[in-house]
């Protein structure tokens, strides 16, 4: 068996053996759970970064359905035959950078996870399914597949929040599983769509693939000459609000800064590191290219570029208004997702290219704010910024590292934030100037709420309830080193992201080659 | 070879940063010898590079340009460094003045609970400068542009635990950003209408129209937006004297000498970028900024307040130079002025170290008797700033009034130029000599202070000799070099042609010869500095070169014969003011002006009340909109979300309530209750009687035969 065609699976499902394993563990072992969780997604970060390793986009010709896909890892096996639906495995450029990523954050999240002592079985046990279920978004080139993986990741996270969360955790477990699935609810309806329409489109030639994403995008079934028909537009809605919700995007945001805050830190590293893209995900691998008429319909990029404007600065507005240290990392995601959505609107090629970028970039930005906060939650035992003060003294370890994860947020040149900001205006310039002006504000006041943050928190004389806050320890210095390092290298030579994907860019945008 | 200097001169602090940055607490003295060291080797090699562009045939010593960030197939931005005289030049100066300010912090510093954290932020802001002036494309100019803000902000607020440092320094950084975002919108502009952001191709592309008009226009604005916030340019610069909460000498290095002149290095080497409408502007603000900041001066009273407000308005000089085309004269001003405000601030940091912090001069007083060759090397400075013959400052002065006077004759309209720098020349004199005065001579205010005032140690006193020396010699000494290499040229024609080959990028030298005629004549001054090699080779304009030289050889005598009288009827003044006689007492009592005048002296204590108002106009209505956004996303969008969960809940409520008393209650336990009923009734009719069931039995036979009858 060709090692290479199983990778993708074993990315996908190890950790699901990993928790197999973690179920069939004592509960009194905890250090065993834990370091089973280690291993398992250490060992599928390593997979993730053969796959990075042996990556190459160029073996397919272009103008193929599967261009810009990696031949050597794809898989498809039937699986429920009479519906054509298959066991479809396939990465581009994007899926791999999202999967290396995805396999760094889980496998450091596992080291934040480290603090929490109820029921840590039944903890690790889920996390491992989320995993699974994550990765095989990213992976998945299977609609009905696709969607699998899209509820499976809920279920665990649902109950990540609900048991191991806050004070509101019901509340918040809740309002993100019912918001989530009334997204998922609509992107169900359009994958029916598509399945209806293959059934008779060209005489049912081309049944079998149904559920096939890169077939569907490749013989686009709901063309018709003459622009986009209602239908198209209902069902580019229904993907976007159901994507538009897990990016979050204004207005359908209001679940996030809840689910974050109350969630355990290592679950809110997870959900903003790799969840939110999985909204950004869906627009670029099914909502625009299943749909790319209505994408480049002049008044949707207008309407859908003004919204990302929208989100950049109403998060950050938002951002500068909090009281609670998390709630204000929950909304700058809002404001850092705004520049994904306004990326890919232009549908210029810097724009993408930034707006991918941007994705990776705020992966590891936010994970490492979000475990900055956890740190000092755990010694704290509260979040509000008021109460804070002169940490930087008390803690210079931490700060430093804070510093680092801060200005990489801030999008401060050299640093992974700086590119995909810088991209995507680059690319929105060329399709309006005076928006993308208008949306620079957002990097002021990006400046404005990270600074008077972090000076509210960290600077300022040492207090004496601090006193006694111990420095980092050693498994918060193993999840927020690497972070910081990855902000850093990826700054420096953004290149390193940039060449994985590119390929996949082009692939994308001569979608719409012909219609703008 | 130089290539590979250059790369070493920008990799030694960048070794020594990620080095100090992990292991400062392990290394002996926390590295501060390491630090200045490389310092060192750096000044050592920037002098090689400069040794060498002195006597280098070609303009363009090295230039090394590789693919950074690609931004579609085939296309990408690069990233590049390269070396002419105009960087040769900056790299002496960040070099020299960030050596001695290490140098100098070593004694200073001494004791300061995160003084390795300190070097580090030298360190930092050392690499990201010296990127800077080698950088090579606007990109890589903003990377390090925005990287010397982020040293900025970590040097002053190096003692955090003040409110007040941690306010400078989010100003500091939000101020010069704020300029940096037009600075990016430039750069925006440039990469849609270039496609490339290399100087060399912009300047090329200003040659060829690609780039023009408008777009221009903008794209130059919007870059010198960003001078304007390095810079501290009005309105800008309210900033730059709140940095002085950092440590001394990083007020010297980085908000005296190094960064704050990054606005007039860039002016200077992207000038064919801007256009005329864009020069004026220029102009306006570096005249604006100039006599503006020097009113302040004339009031503060803490010694490094004034020394912010003179630098603001010393770079008003500079920008104004640029603007009239003048840039050599302004980048030369940028030399001469580093090195005698890093006397001066490095001065003012060892009687401040000396009076234990204590920064009001209203507490000093006679210390020339304590710390008597401090007091010597300030003078020095003090009178290069003022721009006494023959001092540094009196060179570079001369040669940025010159360029507003030649600029002035050629449009008459814009006499406020010159004006504004005239005028801020005698105030610069008056309020140094007000400031040296004060500090210096006369009776110590302060006893106790005094008392224990000793002279500075010798790391701290070196820094002072050797920029105070340049202070004097600075201007001459490079023109002699120049000399040497021409011995027939001397004077004026010296500091002219060291201007020229000193300061000029080739590049910038090359484009400007190539901007079109009615661009040019805009601009006479910008001609007037790449004149000659231009007009020589045109017959027809001969006579105009030289008229212009003439015009120029005018200027320039006028600009040095006023500012002479001007500057030295400012020391008179002060003098007058602020020189004790033996009794105490001076000639004009200060309050026999600032009485009067109480409404004047009110608004030039509090600044024009500029901070007042950002904080009325932006920043207190930023924070309530964002307290307003934070309240109205969770009071109305999220209500929303919430109110469909409670209409879900609603709807779950009614159908439930419907569904236990309709369905449940009574169909499915009516029918029961009714089936109950129904036996319960009917078990009366279980008699156990066989009669009575026989009676019944017949009666339904009856009645079924009638109902067969009687329907079928």
């Not at chain 1, 581009?92 to 029921?119: E, N």
């Not at chain 1, 997204?183 to 293959?198: C, D, H, Q, R, W």
């Not at chain 2, 290499?485 to 500091?495: A, F, H, K, T, Y």
């Not at chain 2, 419907?658 to 319960?680: E, Q, T």
Request: hydrophobic share 55%.
């Amino acid at each position: 068996m060709d090692f290479n065609k199983m990778l993708l699976t074993l990315i996908t499902f190890l950790p699901l053996a990993g928790g197999g394993l973690i179920l069939m563990t004592p509960r009194e072992r905890v250090g065993t759970i834990r370091w089973i969780s280690v291993a398992t997604t250490g060992i599928v970060f390593a997979l993730t970064c053969w796959l990075w390793w042996i990556f190459n986009p160029a073996a397919i010709a272009s103008g193929t359905a599967y261009s810009g896909y990696d031949v050597k890892t794809l898989t498809d096996v039937p699986w429920i035959g009479a519906y054509h639906i298959h066991y479809r495995l396939g990465v581009d450029g994007l899926s791999v950078l999202l999967i290396v990523m995805t396999g760094f954050l889980s496998f450091l999240a596992t080291f934040v996870a480290f603090p929490i002592k109820k029921y840590v079985k039944g903890f690790f046990a889920l996390y491992m399914l989320l995993v699974t279920g994550m990765m095989g978004v990213f992976v998945a080139l299977d609609f009905f597949l696709f969607y699998v993986f899209w509820e499976v990741m809920l279920l665990p996270m649902y109950f990540l929040i609900g048991i191991w969360g806050g004070p509101r955790k019901e509340y918040a477990a809740i309002k993100f599983f019912l918001y989530t699935l009334l997204g998922s609810v609509l992107i169900l309806l359009v994958m029916l769509a598509y399945y209806f329409k293959m059934q008779s489109f060209e005489g049912g030639k081309y049944a079998e693939y149904a559920f096939n994403i890169p077939q569907l995008v490749y013989l686009q079934p709901f063309h018709v000459p003459d622009g986009p028909t209602l239908f198209q537009h209902l069902m580019f809605w229904g993907l976007f609000i159901g994507f538009a919700i897990k990016v979050p995007i204004f207005p359908f945001h209001t679940w996030l800064p809840d689910a974050h805050v109350e969630a355990p830190t290592a679950i809110s590293v997870i959900l903003a590191g790799v969840l939110l893209k999985m909204g950004g995900y869906g627009i670029l691998r099914l909502n625009y290219p299943l749909l790319p008429e209505v994408g480049a319909t002049a008044s949707v990029m207008w309407f859908l570029a003004i919204l990302g404007v929208v989100n950049i600065i109403y998060g950050a507005f938002c951002a500068l208004g909090q009281t609670d240290f998390k709630r204000l990392v929950a909304y700058s995601s809002v404001s850092h997702m705004g520049y994904v959505l306004l990326g890919v609107a232009v549908l210029k090629e810097e724009a993408v290219n930034g707006a991918i970028f941007q994705m990776f970039a705020h992966g590891i930005s936010s994970a490492m704010m979000f475990t900055l906060v956890g740190v000092l939650y755990e010694r704290a035992h509260h979040r509000e910024i008021a109460r804070f003060g002169g940490i930087g003294t008390q803690m210079p370890v931490y700060f430093g590292l804070a510093v680092v994860g801060f200005f990489a947020s801030l999008g401060l040149p050299m640093m992974v934030g700086f590119i995909g900001e810088a991209l995507v205006f680059l690319g929105s310039f060329k399709y309006n100037w005076l928006l993308t002006c208008v949306a620079t504000s957002g990097m002021m006041l990006t400046a404005g709420y990270i600074l008077w943050t972090m000076q509210r928190v960290y600077l300022g004389k040492g207090k004496e309830e601090h006193a006694h806050f111990p420095d980092c320890n050693r498994w918060e210095l193993i999840s927020l080193v690497p972070m910081a390092v990855a902000a850093i290298v990826f700054g420096v030579l953004p290149v390193l992201a940039l060449n994985i994907y590119q390929t996949s860019t082009g692939v994308f945008l001569n979608l719409f080659k012909n219609l703008i | 070879m130089i290539l590979v200097l250059s790369i070493l001169i920008f990799l030694l602090p960048l070794a020594g940063f990620i080095v100090m940055a992990l292991q400062h607490p392990r290394l002996p003295r926390h590295g501060d010898w390491l630090a200045t060291g490389l310092l060192g080797a750096g000044l050592v090699i920037s002098l090689v590079i400069f040794r060498a562009a002195l006597h280098s045939p070609s303009p363009l010593l090295a230039n090394l340009t590789f693919p950074w960030l690609p931004t579609g197939h085939g296309g990408g931005l690069l990233g590049g460094l390269m070396v002419d005289r105009l960087t040769a030049d900056m790299l002496v100066v960040v070099t020299l003045v960030s050596f001695l300010v290490h140098l100098f912090s070593i004694k200073y510093m001494e004791g300061d609970v995160r003084y390795g954290r300190y070097y580090c932020g030298l360190q930092v802001f050392s690499v990201s400068m010296l990127g800077l002036v080698l950088a090579n494309n606007l990109l890589f100019l903003y990377i390090c542009w925005e990287l010397v803000g982020l040293s900025s902000y970590l040097l002053i607020g190096h003692w955090y635990e003040k409110k007040s440092a941690s306010d400078a320094a989010i100003k500091a950084f939000i101020t010069t950003r704020l300029g940096d975002v037009g600075m990016f919108i430039g750069i925006m502009i440039c990469y849609l209408k270039v496609g490339s952001l290399q100087y060399a191709d912009l300047f090329a592309a200003v040659k060829t129209g690609t780039l023009s008009g408008g777009w221009q226009t903008a794209a130059g604005l919007g870059i010198f937006l960003g001078a304007m916030g390095k810079s501290a340019q009005f309105p800008l610069h309210v900033w730059l004297p709140d940095a002085m909460e950092g440590p001394t000498p990083v007020s010297a290095l980085i908000h005296a000498a190094t960064m704050v002149a990054a606005g007039v290095y860039l002016v200077g080497r992207v000038l064919p970028i801007f256009d005329a409408p864009t020069l004026l502007f220029i102009a306006y603000i570096g005249a604006f900024t100039a006599i503006f900041a020097a009113t302040i001066a004339l009031v503060q009273d803490d010694i490094k307040k004034v020394l912010a407000y003179s630098t603001v308005s010393q770079l008003g000089y500079m920008i104004l130079a640029g603007g009239v085309g003048g840039y050599s004269a302004g980048l030369f001003h940028l030399t001469t002025h580093a090195f005698f405000k890093a006397c001066l601030f490095l001065g003012s940091g060892a009687v401040i170290w000396a009076m234990h912090h204590e920064q009001s001069m209203s507490k000093y007083g006679g210390l020339w008797r304590k710390m008597p060759k401090t007091a010597f090397f300030y003078l020095l400075a003090t009178l290069a700033l003022c721009g006494v013959y023959p001092f540094s400052g009196f060179w570079s002065k001369d040669a940025i009034l010159a360029d507003a006077l030649v600029f002035n004759w050629a449009h008459p309209g814009h006499w406020f130029l010159p004006v504004a720098g005239f005028a801020t020349a005698f105030m610069t004199a008056f309020y140094m000599f007000r400031q040296y005065f004060l500090t210096f001579t006369g009776r110590p205010r302060d006893h106790h202070a005094y008392e224990h005032a000793r002279e500075a140690p010798w790391p701290m006193l070196l820094p002072l000799v050797v920029l105070g020396t340049l202070a004097l010699v600075g201007g001459g000494l490079k023109g002699e070099w120049f000399a040497e290499m021409n011995p027939r040229l001397s004077g004026i024609e010296q500091v002219r042609l060291f201007a020229q080959a000193g300061y000029t990028s080739p590049i910038v030298e090359e484009a400007l010869k190539a901007t079109p005629p009615e661009a040019a004549a805009t601009t006479p001054a910008a001609a007037h500095a790449g004149a000659e090699a231009a007009h020589a080779e045109d017959a027809a304009h001969e006579e105009d070169a030289a008229h212009e030289a003439h015009a120029a050889h005018a200027a320039h005598l006028l600009a040095m014969k006023l500012s002479s009288v001007l500057g030295l009827l400012g020391i008179a003044l002060g003098a007058l003011m602020y020189l004790q006689r033996g009794n105490g007492a001076t000639v004009i009592n200060p309050a026999w002006i600032a009485t009067p005048f109480k409404q004047v002296y009110t608004i030039l204590w509090h600044k024009y009340y500029l901070d007042e108002l950002y904080m009325a106009a932006v920043i207190l209505p930023t924070r309530w909109l964002g307290r307003f956004t934070a309240v109205f996303d969770r009071v109305v969008i999220d209500s929303v979300v919430n109110f469909f969960g409670f209409f879900g809940r609603l709807g779950a409520f009614v159908v439930d309530l419907a569904d236990r008393l309709f369905v449940d209650d009574w169909f499915v336990n009516g029918s029961a209750r009714a089936a109950r009923l129904a036996g319960d009734k009917l078990s009366y009719a279980q008699t156990g009687r066989v009669r009575q069931y026989l009676v019944f039995m017949v009666l339904g036979i009856v009645v079924i035969s009638a109902l067969l009858v009687f329907i079928f």
